[in-house]
């Protein structure tokens, strides 16, 4: 029982650096998301998809890209990466948006 | 003013006790989501609901929509509790996606 993997657990990046979060789950879970966290505040929506070949913006989109090419995965790509967007990224999917969530078990990255 | 808060943000108990985490929101939901997350780990869903009441083990969680507030209990708290607690709620408003919008967490330390 994989359910949602995610790759790198920790990762350093220097200041303009690019790098890819991988995410693939294995429940056919329609719904996949990105999260951010950072200390003392709820977790932010990066991006979102509710489908293979859909992509849609969260709350806290700027500096990140997606694509979902296959139901089970959902990359999140840094373009040249920023101390702002250090953070822990979480990638979750669901069966439908009203369904429960599985979460994997976060990217710690940091931008120095 | 967030749109879910939750209280408190820290709550230390000893063994044994009966603890409650409270959850108001103001946006209407779907369904709202408790989670927890261990230190340095990742978050594993506890409970989705959308109306009543649900138990598994020694947690129970409520939700009364018409106030719009949930809660968590814990009883016979054990120091394994010891994590954060994350209310999130599935509005609706967002299209298909009924994204979630997490409060900050309640950080509980149960001490033996």
């Known amino acids: 029982n994989a359910g949602v993997t995610q790759t790198p657990k920790f990762r350093i990046l220097k200041i303009g650096q690019s790098m890819t979060l991988q995410c693939t789950q294995d429940?056919?879970?329609?719904?996949m998301y990105w999260y951010r966290q950072d200390p003392g505040m709820g977790l932010k929506l990066i991006y979102y998809?509710?489908?293979?070949?859909?992509?849609d913006k969260g709350e806290v989109p700027n500096g990140y890209n997606v694509s979902r090419s296959t139901t089970e995965d959902f990359p999140l790509r840094l373009e040249l990466a920023a101390p702002s967007q250090t953070s822990v990224y979480f990638c979750?999917?669901?069966?439908?948006?009203?369904?429960?969530?599985?979460f994997g078990q976060g990217t710690r990255l940091t931008v120095v | 003013k967030n749109e879910v808060e939750q209280s408190p943000q820290n709550l230390t108990a000893q063994e044994g006790e009966f603890i409650t985490i409270n959850c108001s929101y103001s946006?209407?939901?779907?369904?709202l989501h408790w989670l927890q997350q261990h230190p340095g780990g990742g978050i594993v869903s506890l409970f989705m609901?959308?109306?009543?009441?649900k138990k598994h083990g020694r947690l129970i969680a409520t939700i009364n929509i018409q106030e719009k507030h949930s809660s968590l209990h814990i009883t016979a708290s054990h120091p394994r509790d010891s994590a954060v607690y994350i209310c999130?709620?599935?509005?609706w408003g967002g299209g298909a996606t009924n994204k979630l919008i997490f409060g900050t967490g309640t950080l509980l330390a149960v001490q033996p």
């Open positions: 979750a999917s669901s069966y439908q948006g009203n369904t429960e969530a599985f």
């Open positions: 429940m056919n879970h329609n719904y």
């Open positions: 998809s509710v489908g293979a070949g859909i992509t």
């Open positions: 946006v209407g939901i779907s369904a």
């Open positions: 609901l959308s109306s009543g009441k």
């Open positions: 999130a709620v599935a509005s």
